[in-house]
């Protein structure tokens, strides 16, 4: 149980800003966003939080944390495009969101919210496009609410209806980080098995 007691430890404070991080900030695309909010679900069952509060914290951290993306997209975004690659900023990701918003379109505020790290890059993108602004913060709010509030009160069902759940929570957790990480891991391990590849 140390992992489900260093998740709470965490709290709700912590819980907001990693929230809010990983929509506004270049650097949040690695957070566990899709996660943290399926494990704070299934805490909340347990009754470790309170799942109206988790709710009423998250939902606006992910929207304003997108607000920012497309501020930071209005300001610098076709900078980025330019920008040499560094150990927290691939250009590829934002490459990937551009493409991403270029397809769906609008959509792609709301869709881009269940899509790891394309999440993070896409109101960038849509700041660099000068999207209208009142239109981008309609979609914002849609994809804020169906994507926090979705998975939390998808989570909490599982866990109230599900038997002893709790008894597999520490290991239910570590599956669900170990599958949030394959879309960043995955791209690694191919380059360095192209690059060991080049070396033989």
Same mark, same amino acid.
């Given at each position: 149980? =140390?992992?489900?007691?260093? #998740?709470?430890?965490?709290?709700?404070?912590?819980?907001?800003?990693?929230?809010?991080?990983?929509?506004?900030?270049?650097?949040?695309?690695?957070?566990p966003?899709?996660?943290?909010l399926?494990?704070?679900?299934?805490?909340a069952?347990?009754?470790? %939080? !309170?799942i109206g509060?988790? &709710?009423?914290l998250?939902v606006? $951290? @992910?929207?304003?944390?997108? !607000?920012?993306?497309?501020?930071?997209?209005?300001?610098?975004?076709?900078k980025?495009?330019?920008?040499?690659? /560094?150990?927290?900023?691939?250009?590829?990701?934002?490459v990937a @969101?551009?493409?991403? %918003?270029?397809? =769906?379109?609008?959509? @792609?505020? &709301?869709?881009?919210?269940?899509?790891? #790290?394309?999440?993070?890059f896409?109101? &960038?993108?849509?700041? $660099?496009?000068?999207? =209208?602004?009142?239109? %981008?913060?309609?979609? !914002?709010? #849609?994809?804020? +609410?169906?994507?926090? @509030?979705?998975?939390? +009160?998808?989570?909490?069902?599982?866990?109230?209806?599900v038997?002893?759940?709790g008894?597999?929570? /520490?290991? &239910?957790?570590?599956g669900?980080?170990?599958? /949030?990480?394959?879309?960043?891991?995955k791209? +690694?391990i191919?380059a360095? +098995?192209a690059?060991?590849?080049?070396?033989?």
């Amino acid at each position: 149980m =140390h992992l489900v007691d260093t #998740i709470i430890a965490f709290g709700y404070i912590g819980v907001t800003l990693t929230i809010f991080a990983e929509s506004g900030f270049l650097f949040g695309f690695f957070l566990p966003g899709d996660s943290l909010l399926v494990t704070l679900g299934l805490l909340a069952a347990q009754g470790y %939080f !309170n799942i109206g509060l988790l &709710i009423m914290l998250c939902v606006p $951290a @992910a929207i304003l944390g997108d !607000n920012l993306g497309y501020a930071t997209g209005r300001t610098i975004g076709t900078k980025l495009f330019t920008r040499e690659d /560094s150990f927290l900023f691939k250009k590829k990701h934002l490459v990937a @969101a551009q493409v991403f %918003f270029t397809r =769906h379109g609008p959509r @792609a505020i &709301i869709l881009a919210r269940f899509v790891p #790290i394309v999440r993070t890059f896409t109101p &960038i993108v849509a700041g $660099a496009a000068g999207m =209208h602004y009142p239109t %981008f913060m309609k979609f !914002n709010i #849609i994809g804020g +609410i169906l994507w926090t @509030a979705g998975l939390l +009160i998808a989570s909490y069902s599982l866990g109230r209806v599900v038997p002893g759940i709790g008894d597999y929570l /520490s290991y &239910i957790i570590i599956g669900i980080i170990v599958l /949030s990480l394959i879309p960043i891991v995955k791209p +690694i391990i191919t380059a360095l +098995i192209a690059r060991m590849k080049g070396r033989a």
